[in-house]
């Protein structure tokens, strides 16, 4: 019985010792045919780029600034792209994402389709469907804002509409800022301001 187990056992690693080189040599055969032919006259794919419109308006791809602020607030400026301007005194950008931390747990969250950054004047300027979300419940939509890099000030010059935890507000003007490090966030309305209320039940 065990010479007949043996016999089997020594058939089956003689039979692998075949069997299996000729499947892997067909696996790669495989491989080979089925791949597409490469050309090497043509040129590679992925290297479609006009070097010449690269090297006359430089770009970059996601951006980001960080920093904190006189007050303490930690400054998270990033975008999908930017490019720097001719002189160099700053860049445009599109994609804008701004996020404003301060150590007391008040965060400021604020999207805009394009903007600039000024970084001698300590400016950002944001434009195109500006939004802003605070942490206290607020939802603010405008068409413009412009902000510190050096402090906490955003302030929008034009037309608001927000919603607030209590109703919605519409004003001609709007400001976040703080007076001092560890003070209080202060977010004015002013300018023609209207409220609706929602009485909270």
Known sequence: MARNYDDTYSWLVAGAKIVLPLMALALLSTLFLVSERIDPTQPVPYADIDLDELAREPRLTQPRFAGVTEDGAALTVAASGARPDAVG????????????????????DILADEGRLDPALGEVRLTGSVSLRTSAGYAIATEAVSM??????????????????????????????????????????????KLIYHPVN
């Open 148 to 193: 510190q890099t050096d402090r906490t000030r955003v302030e929008a010059p034009g037309m608001v509409v927000a919603e607030a935890p209590f109703g919605q507000i519409s004003a001609g003007t709007m400001l976040l800022s703080t007076a001092a490090a560890g003070g209080p966030h202060l977010l004015v309305f002013n300018a023609g301001v």
């Open 89 to 108: 005194t700053g860049a445009s950008a599109t994609g804008i994402v701004v996020r404003i931390e301060s150590p007391e747990g008040f965060t400021a």
